[in-house]
């Protein structure tokens, strides 16, 4: 009898411990709104989420590498394709040097665009709610609300087709 009480007892607070373990789940599964961020933008300011333009429909959180092929792919595209993202302001985030993301933004155009956000995010803020696995990682929201993600980079056409509702 005691041997059955021991193991139950047991099982129990096993259950218990496995109950309480935290999880790696990305905020961002749970909570849909945009991040709370700040980060220094490649024009010397520092920059929050309530300073995000309110004229845009979308927000498209871009995390990247500057030395990453494909985020230089992806910031290649958007620039090639930035006529049909004039209701979407992006907000480009990287943890890198300053040096290296002014460069990456200077090459693709990044800086002359008014819909564009670059900068060094070197509290971690952004990958922190978003956790992604790998560059470039891609999140837009309509209005504040998450609509999509993409772990390993966008396609234009699919960003496209998400602002066209389509």
Same mark, same amino acid.
């Given at each position: 009898?005691?041997?059955? *009480? %021991? @193991?139950?007892? =047991?099982?129990?607070?096993?259950? +218990? *411990? #496995?109950?309480?373990?935290? %999880? ?9 709104? @945009? &991040?709370?961020? @700040? ?6 300011? $520092?920059?929050?989420?309530?300073? *995000? &333009?309110? +004229?845009?429909?979308? %927000?498209?959180? #871009? ?5 990453? =092929? ?22 480009? !985030? ?10 990456? !933004? ?16 070197? =509290?971690?803020? #952004? &990958? =922190? ?6 560059? &470039? ?8 609300? *998450?609509?999509?993600?993409? $772990?390993?980079?966008?396609?234009? @056409? $699919?960003?496209?087709?998400? #602002?066209?509702?389509?």
């Amino acid at each position: 009898m005691k041997y059955i *009480l %021991t @193991s139950l007892l =047991s099982l129990l607070f096993i259950s +218990n *411990l #496995i109950a309480q373990a935290p %999880t790696n789940d990305a905020p961002y599964l749970t909570d849909k709104r @945009s &991040p709370n961020f @700040s980060i220094m933008s490649i024009k010397g300011k $520092e920059v929050t989420q309530k300073q *995000l &333009p309110a +004229n845009y429909k979308y %927000t498209c959180f #871009i995390i990247f590498g500057p030395d990453c =092929s494909h985020c230089q792919t992806e910031a290649a595209e958007i620039d090639k394709n930035i006529a049909k993202f004039k209701n979407v302001f992006f907000v480009w !985030a990287s943890y890198r040097e300053m040096a290296d993301i002014k460069t990456f !933004a200077t090459k693709y155009n990044l800086d002359k665009h008014v819909n564009m956000l670059v900068g060094r995010d070197a =509290s971690f803020t #952004i &990958p =922190s709610f978003f956790r992604p696995k790998m560059t &470039p990682f891609v999140a837009i929201y309509k209005n504040g609300t *998450l609509l999509k993600v993409y $772990e390993q980079g966008a396609k234009v @056409s $699919e960003l496209v087709d998400i #602002i066209e509702g389509k």
